[in-house]
């Protein structure tokens, strides 16, 4: 089955350093990764995708994440923390057909 | 630019009544898509729906949830018997095709009293 682990719940950061959220996923065959962001009260938007195109992968506000098959990994970055990134960030793979799997989600915190 | 709306927003209910909750997807989807966060869990898979059928369910999505699509425009998640563990946050989703970006509610926060 497919599966992802976010491996910190919460990280926190000072406003204009770098951002680190770690996703290691579990699969059988070559997944499609997604990273959603919930902000407080919102509903949950795609931040990127990816599906085994460019293994580098860009995405809205300044995030990217890089797929790392010899790691299982798709670790999420950007090179500036804004006060306004501050929500949930959660790894997602498809799992059977087109259902989602979320991961448990790691709360970003950034201060000034 | 197009959005998936949900209504209500938020749904208190007695244990044991049914509640319907309500989806509109983008206008031109055709896959749709239930999923439930219960408060500090992670968000969990309920079922897909295409061409007027369930496509796949979890097993969570057991007798006590269907899903409709009552006409063009709604997709609901109809609970018959509500349990206390039904609270939870619903969102709904939608995507233009199977393997296409799904795209988000904003969710029905459903309260059993």
């Known amino acids: 089955a497919q599966s992802v682990t976010q491996l910190d719940s919460h990280v926190s950061v000072s406003e204009g350093t770098p951002v680190l959220l770690r996703c290691n996923y579990s699969?059988?065959?070559?997944?499609?990764l997604f990273w959603y962001v919930q902000h407080p009260n919102k509903g949950l938007q795609l931040l990127l995708k990816?599906?085994?195109?460019?293994?580098l992968v860009k995405g809205i506000n300044g995030f990217e994440a890089e797929f790392k098959k010899s790691e299982t990994s798709f670790h999420l970055t950007k090179p500036s923390a804004h006060m306004s990134d501050a929500a949930e960030y959660f790894c997602?793979?498809?799992?059977?057909?087109?259902?989602?799997?979320f991961g448990k989600g790691t709360s970003l915190l950034v201060t000034p | 630019e197009p959005e998936v709306t949900q209504t209500p927003s938020h749904q208190v209910t007695q244990m044991g009544q049914e509640v319907i909750l309500r989806c509109v997807p983008i206008?031109?989807?055709?896959?749709f898509y239930w999923y439930r966060q219960i408060l500090g869990q992670k968000v969990e898979f309920l079922v897909s729906?295409?061409?007027?059928?369930?496509?796949?369910k979890s097993e969570i999505f057991d007798d006590q949830f269907s899903v409709e699509r009552p006409d063009g425009s709604n997709f609901t998640l109809k609970i018959r018997s509500t349990k206390l563990e039904d609270s939870a946050m619903y969102f709904c989703?939608?995507?233009?095709?199977?393997?296409?970006?799904?795209?988000f509610g904003p969710g029905t926060r459903l309260t059993v009293l």
């Open positions: 989703a939608s995507s233009a095709g199977g393997p296409d970006t799904q795209y």
């Open positions: 699969s059988s065959y070559s997944p499609s």
């Open positions: 990816y599906t085994s195109a460019a293994t």
């Open positions: 997602v793979v498809t799992a059977s057909g087109y259902a989602l799997n």
């Open positions: 206008s031109n989807h055709l896959y």
């Open positions: 729906f295409y061409n007027n059928e369930i496509s796949e």
